[in-house]
């Protein structure tokens, strides 16, 4: 039973196009996290939502936009696709804020 | 603001060989550290944490002693093996940090070989 999943694990689009990655966790956890991890493995916060409620926005694109449902989920919304935006996007999640997070396996995110 | 420097890999290694990655900090308060091991095609996972001067965490054979006066949290096994070959991330947890973000180190790229 996958703690964190996400979906889709691949997605390839083009330049231009809307897309959405979902995240969930049968943790119990409160908190949640987008990161962004480029080519060489650089992690790099995106978001973080805690009880539902926007705790970190670090700067990215207003292109991407969050949406949390509730405690237990987390998306990541994309509008207008660019290549820059390929990446692998690694949901997480945590009791508190602790510094003890559990990654889903990863989104790999192409733009062509 | 607060900072993690890792060694630069790739760090290569033949099987059964000693392992050290060097992992620097530096934070306004007393952070928790972490390290996190990234298997290929794989989630990052929790493999070690400490939360206070001297601590050692320990998991899986790895171990690392959180260092305040060298500002060190130093990642070492003894006897690497093939199934060791991961990216390895150092992280700091600082409590005067409002939102307590985890701050990431570049990682580290292990490849031990047979």
């Known amino acids: 039973d996958t703690a964190v999943s996400q979906t889709p694990k691949y997605l390839v689009t083009q330049m231009g196009n809307d897309k959405s990655i979902k995240c969930e966790q049968n943790?119990?956890?409160?908190?949640m996290y987008w990161y962004k991890q480029d080519s060489k493995k650089f992690l790099k916060i995106m978001f973080s939502?805690?009880?539902?409620?926007?705790?970190i926005n670090e700067t990215v694109p207003n292109r991407f936009s969050p949406k949390s449902p509730d405690k237990a989920h987390l998306n990541l919304h994309i509008n207008s696709l660019e290549l820059g935006d390929s990446a692998v996007y690694f949901c997480a999640s945590s009791l508190g804020v602790t510094g003890e997070l559990f990654f889903g396996e990863g989104s790999r995110l192409t733009v062509l | 603001g607060d900072s993690v420097t890792q060694m630069e890999g790739p760090v290569t290694l033949s099987e059964e060989a000693f392992l050290t990655i060097n992992c620097t900090y530096t934070a306004t308060g007393y952070p928790s550290l972490f390290w996190y091991v990234q298997y290929p095609g794989e989630g990052l996972q929790l493999l070690l944490k400490a939360t206070k001067a001297d601590d050692k965490g320990s998991n899986k054979g790895f171990e690392a002693t959180y260092r305040k006066e060298t500002t060190s949290f130093h990642l070492e096994k003894g006897s690497v093996q093939v199934s060791d070959s991961a990216v390895y991330f150092c992280a700091l947890s600082d409590p005067l940090d409002s939102n307590y973000q985890l701050i990431w180190g570049a990682g580290t790229k292990l490849i031990i070989k047979p």
């Open positions: 943790l119990g956890h409160d908190t």
């Open positions: 939502y805690n009880n539902k409620e926007l705790i």
